[in-house]
């Protein structure tokens, strides 16, 4: 089973799948980069150890590595918004705290619905919104249509990275028994460097949105876990491949 993605997120995954009797393959097929506008992002945190935010918002765990990379400082007056359960604990693990994660849909779009329900939402908020590169304004155009002053700041980019040809033949010839799609950007590497997946393969989408995403790109999708998560998606992994 092909994970494409490394570090310690690639390694918890493996060591998920081989607990399941799985083989995975790690091949990183994105990886990140720092912002191409260092200076807006520097200014950003630095506003945000001042306290001129209400609210931090951090849609993944690679925007924690930025906030730890950059020693970041969230004063107490400044609540902070983590997209889903993975996030929150890379925060926790890095010494920040998450004051609120979504609880049904772990995606800005569940980040939205539930955001109108807390205490604050009645009155603007100033809001510093971390995101990749690619992201898409789906929180930053939310969160504005409900009268908030956010202040959008690229944090990191995502490039794609090429994987062996080893990987691509093993692929091509229908050797692996699933390929793990994580996100949107890895669903199109997963398309520009595999092209049709061949229909042995299963292909599994850790979410809705990332499985549509995966469809936007031509890209065929076979499973998608009920909940985002890797445990929820290697469950419903685990589940198929042994039906």
Not at 40 to 53: K, N, T, Y
Not at 169 to 183: E, F, P, R
Request: aromatic residues 4%; proline residues 5%.
């Amino acid at each position: 089973m092909l994970v494409p993605r490394g570090g310690a997120w690639g390694d918890s995954v493996a060591a998920m799948l081989r607990a399941q009797g799985a083989a995975p393959v790690i091949a990183p097929m994105i990886n990140f980069a720092a912002s191409d506008d260092a200076a807006a992002l520097e200014s950003a945190l630095r506003q945000l150890a001042d306290g001129a935010f209400d609210w931090l918002t951090v849609t993944s765990a690679t925007t924690v590595d930025v906030l730890a990379s950059h020693r970041a400082v969230v004063p107490e007056r400044t609540r902070i918004a983590a997209v889903g359960e993975t996030t929150a604990a890379a925060l926790a693990a890095a010494g920040y705290r998450a004051d609120f994660v979504p609880t049904d849909d772990n995606s800005a779009s569940g980040m939205l619905r539930e955001w109108v329900e807390l205490p604050s939402s009645a009155e603007p908020q100033r809001i510093l919104a971390l995101r990749s590169s690619i992201a898409k304004p789906v929180l930053t155009a939310g969160l504005r249509r409900m009268g908030n002053e956010v202040e959008s700041v690229v944090a990191y980019r995502t490039v794609g990275l090429p994987v062996p040809e080893r990987i691509v033949q093993q692929v091509a010839d229908g050797g692996m028994q699933a390929i793990l799609v994580t996100s949107g950007s890895v669903a199109e590497q997963v398309h520009a460097q595999f092209g049709a997946v061949p229909e042995r393969t299963i292909v599994a989408c850790i979410g809705p949105t990332t499985a549509a995403d995966a469809r936007s790109f031509g890209l065929r999708v076979d499973l998608v876990a009920e909940t985002p998560g890797a445990q929820a998606l290697i469950g419903a992994l685990v589940e198929a491949s042994t039906a």
